[in-house]
């Protein structure tokens, strides 16, 4: 979208608003309505968002490192695509991520004090060194793949299957064998995305 550095959007109400791409960093809104807002492929980097409503904003693919969720209220997450996010050194307590797809999100060095994830997908999400985090904390999140702190006492692959890693597999013997097979076909590219 384009480049909205340093904006001060405080209070106001931004339901349902399209900003993906943009750059949004060192930006306040605080006390502001996110609600079913798509932010995905932002850069929002050291912006406050204190108060902030945000159930099922979509955070996808954004980069959100030390930004500031420290509550005036609790941080509502819930039911959010914050899928690939960088969420690094930022500021989350009393989060509620419940619901909310994190895969492969960052959290290095985030404080997560109180932060709920009932139900969320922590799959291949990185928390090594997050703050403050408990192993009552992720008892009902998805873990797979998941890299956790040292601290913690729970397994990062306590969510997998036989079947998903089965799956994995099958998908990759597939694909070698068919790209050998069909890599003369010219209806090779409408059978797999390249």
């Keep these: 979208m384009g480049d909205l550095k340093d904006i001060n959007l405080c209070g106001q109400s931004l339901r349902n608003i399209h900003l993906r791409n943009s750059d949004i960093q060192d ?3 605080d006390n502001s309505y996110f609600d079913k ?7 929002l980097a050291e912006s406050s968002f204190r108060g902030a ?5 979509n955070f996808e693919s954004s ?5 500031n969720f420290k509550p005036l209220e609790e941080p509502d997450l819930k039911r959010s695509d914050l899928t690939k996010a960088n969420l690094d050194g930022a500021f989350l307590y009393d989060a509620k991520f419940d619901h909310s797809f994190l895969r492969e ?7 997560l004090k109180d932060a709920s994830f009932i139900g969320a997908d922590l ?16 008892s009902e999140a998805i873990l797979c793949q998941t890299t956790l702190p040292d601290y913690i006492n729970v397994d990062g692959n306590r969510d997998c299957t036989n079947s ?12 070698e064998t068919c790209d050998t097979i069909f890599s003369h076909d010219p209806f090779r590219n409408q059978l797999f995305d390249n």
């Design 27 to 29: 930006s306040n809104f």
């Design 37 to 43: 807002a798509n932010l995905s492929a932002c850069i």
């Design 53 to 57: 409503s945000m159930v099922g904003v």
């Design 63 to 67: 980069v959100l490192p030390h930004a």
């Design 105 to 111: 999100a960052t959290f290095r060095d985030a404080d």
């Design 123 to 138: 799959t291949g999400a990185n928390l090594d060194g997050a703050k403050n985090l408990s192993d009552v904390q992720l």
């Design 164 to 175: 998903d890693v089965e799956q994995q597999n099958l998908n990759i013997c597939c694909r």
